[in-house]
């Protein structure tokens, strides 16, 4: 009486996977399926392809500096700041290690999102682009305060996370066999930078924030700076949703690990 409805479709689940034989169910002679119609839907994959590739281009459109974006007189012309070219270099970087790993690393499910979805997704990402395209490579910006020391310690931090994030998915799609829906506690590798795993649960997320501060601290520009913020709530509502997935699934579970942030969160 007291189970709730995920509990039943967890329970269905278990016992009754999709390559299961209708005449091996313990239903008896007769048995009634229900299908609801979700409407158009696109694959997880054209979701993450579509959220990376928007932001990919609407940086490079800024950075360029293609008509009608800034003035007339700055046209198709260049910053006289470093720090704007790795910048560039460095978004663009992310982006396409987030494109290829959707294309070679991740083991994306058959899982699909409704249509609307990718509008509000895309929406998000690609305006969140645009906006700190338009200040980073903006005529008028200014490099950090505390100069190439800010801007080295930011770069560190960014490729050093990059690594770490890449690390971290490589060891993710090692863990579940092609085609296989087993589910498998995550530990750390021989690579170092997997050893997170002894105290977070999803490092992926861990990283990825990481990344984000470190292009903040080099950019020293406050859109990046809230869009950092912003990421870094909702990778933590999905870290701890999937926290508490591995502590109801896996009895075994290491309790030393936190969500997202060790012994924080």
């Known amino acids: 009486p007291t189970a709730t409805v995920l509990d039943i479709k967890a329970l269905f689940h278990k016992s009754c996977e999709d390559e299961e034989v209708l005449q091996t169910l313990p239903v008896g002679t007769t048995a009634s399926f229900y299908f609801s119609d979700l409407g158009p839907q696109l694959t997880w994959g054209t979701v993450f392809l579509s959220e990376c590739v928007g932001p990919l281009i609407i940086y490079l459109m800024f950075y360029f500096r293609l008509p009608f974006i800034y003035s007339p007189k700055y046209d198709f ?9 790795l910048a560039c270099m460095c978004h663009s970087f992310h982006y396409i290690k987030r494109i290829l790993e959707t294309m070679f690393v991740h083991r994306i499910s058959h899982g699909t999102m409704p249509l609307r979805n990718i509008f509000k997704n895309c929406g998000y990402y690609w305006c969140t682009a645009a906006w700190m395209a338009y200040y980073i490579n903006h005529p008028l910006y200014t490099p950090p305060y505390y100069g190439q020391q800010q801007v080295n310690t930011g770069l560190y931090i960014f490729l050093f996370c990059q690594v770490g994030n890449f690390s971290i998915h490589v060891a993710l799609r090692n863990l579940k066999l092609p085609g296989s829906k087993a589910k498998k506690i995550p530990y750390p590798t021989k690579n170092p930078f997997t050893w997170i795993f002894w105290l ?66």
């Open 77 to 85: 012309t260049t910053s006289k700041h470093w720090i704007v070219h």
């Open 200 to 265: 977070v649960s999803c490092p992926n997320y861990t990283y990825e924030v990481g990344s984000w501060i470190g292009f903040t601290v080099m950019t020293q520009c406050v859109p990046v700076a809230f869009f950092t913020l912003v990421a870094f709530i909702q990778m933590t509502v999905w870290a701890k949703g999937k926290h508490r997935g591995y502590l109801k699934e896996f009895r075994d579970y290491p309790t030393l690990r936190s969500s997202i942030l060790p012994f924080i969160l």
